[in-house]
């Protein structure tokens, strides 16, 4: 029997989460989109603006059965810099922040543990679920459809390649 959870994540560029979480196992899918703001309905331009208030986000679904929350968790502190407050290498506003928007107290409660292990310095937000707004189509698979475009070949391919080296026990059977 297939059980579900989701989580919401912000680490930077949603291209770069996707295309990690995209590739493991028991992630039963990857939508990119913006959540954590004030502005109904943002497109990616609001959201770029910084007025919006959102991040770029990336909503995990996935069989907890098969990869706890814990290794998502694991996963998503590990292919981004949690201690740069509102920037992930050259992208900066607090569209870029690291944030976790968990849905429930046992996600709040591994969130928190992983933070509390990583030590000082660690700014990343654990907050609830807020409503989920679904980028535009063109950012939905990115990477996997424009693995040439320099963005993804200098930003988003060393993250991929980076899981794929330190994870390959928890890559999905390709």
Same mark, same amino acid.
């Given at each position: ?10 680490? !930077? ?7 990690? *979480? ?10 990119? !989109? ?7 309905? $943002?497109?990616? &331009? ?6 919006? !208030? ?13 990869? $706890? ?6 996963? %998503? #502190? ?6 740069? $407050? ?6 900066? !506003? ?5 944030a976790? #928007?968990? &849905?429930?107290?046992?996600? @709040?409660?591994?969130?928190e543990?992983?933070?509390? &292990?990583?030590?000082?310095g ?6 609830p679920?807020?409503?989920? #707004?679904?980028?535009?189509?063109y950012?939905?698979?990115? *990477? ?13 391919a060393? @993250?991929?390649?980076? %899981?794929?080296? @330190? *994870?390959?026990? @928890?890559?999905?059977?390709?």
């Amino acid at each position: 029997m297939v059980t579900q959870e989701t989580i919401t994540l912000g680490g !930077g560029c949603f291209w770069c989460l996707e295309a990690v *979480f995209d590739e493991m196992a028991g992630v039963l899918s990857v939508e990119s !989109g913006y959540m954590g703001g004030s502005r109904p309905n $943002p497109t990616y &331009e609001d959201v770029c603006s910084g007025e919006s !208030g959102h991040a770029e986000v990336v909503r995990v679904t996935f069989d907890p059965a098969i990869t $706890p929350v814990r290794e998502i968790l694991e996963v %998503f #502190f590990t292919i981004h810099d949690p201690t740069t $407050p509102n920037r992930q290498g050259n992208d900066v !506003g607090t569209q870029y922040r690291s944030a976790i #928007f968990y &849905e429930s107290e046992q996600q @709040k409660r591994a969130a928190e543990e992983i933070i509390q &292990e990583l030590g000082p310095g660690v700014v990343t937000e654990v907050t609830p679920a807020s409503e989920f #707004f679904m980028a535009e189509n063109y950012h939905q698979e990115y *990477f996997k459809n424009n693995p040439a475009q320099s963005y993804c070949q200098y930003v988003v391919a060393p @993250k991929v390649k980076k %899981f794929r080296l @330190k *994870f390959a026990e @928890k890559r999905r059977d390709n």
